[in-house]
Nanobody, 126 residues
Framework: HVQLVVSGGGLVQAGGSLRLSCAAS????????LGWFRQSPGKEREFVAA????????YYADSVKGRFTISRDNAKNTVYLKMNSLKPEDTAVYYC???????????????????WGQGTQVTVSS
């Protein structure tokens, strides 16, 4: 069992930056992949970024590539999403998720993730 606690959302102007954090507990953090997803009102939850168990591989949605960076600190059991050059269309609730298959590489697919954090609101004003 894994628990994920998300923090760091808020209101920011377009062009600004935010960093989301997701603290994990309950299993050996360094053995599984993590991802970030987001959901806007009336839309399906969509993939944002993922990072492999080792941190050596990262994946991004085309819409955030070059602006967002996913990273992990295995000593702190935390995964981060640094968001730069934010746009109004980035406004959403952001979720952290864990793919706890041992030594997972990370995935674009929502169904591969078996534990989810509570979500944090990110609002980008124009």
């Amino acid at each position: 069992h894994v628990q994920l606690v998300v923090s760091g959302g808020g209101l920011v102007q377009a062009g600004g930056s935010l960093r989301l954090s997701c603290a994990a507990s309950g299993r050996t953090f360094s053995s599984y992949a993590l991802g970030w997803f987001r959901q806007s009102p009336g839309k399906e939850r969509e993939f944002v970024a993922a990072i492999s168990w080792s941190g050596s591989s990262t994946y991004y949605a085309d819409s955030v590539k070059g602006r967002f960076t996913i990273s992990r600190d295995n000593a702190k059991n935390t995964v981060y999403l640094k968001m730069n050059s934010l746009k109004p269309e980035d406004t959403a609730v952001y979720y952290c998720a864990a793919d706890t298959e041992t030594y997972s590489s990370g995935s674009y697919y929502l169904g591969e993730y078996d534990y989810w954090g509570q979500g944090t609101q990110v609002t980008v004003s124009s």
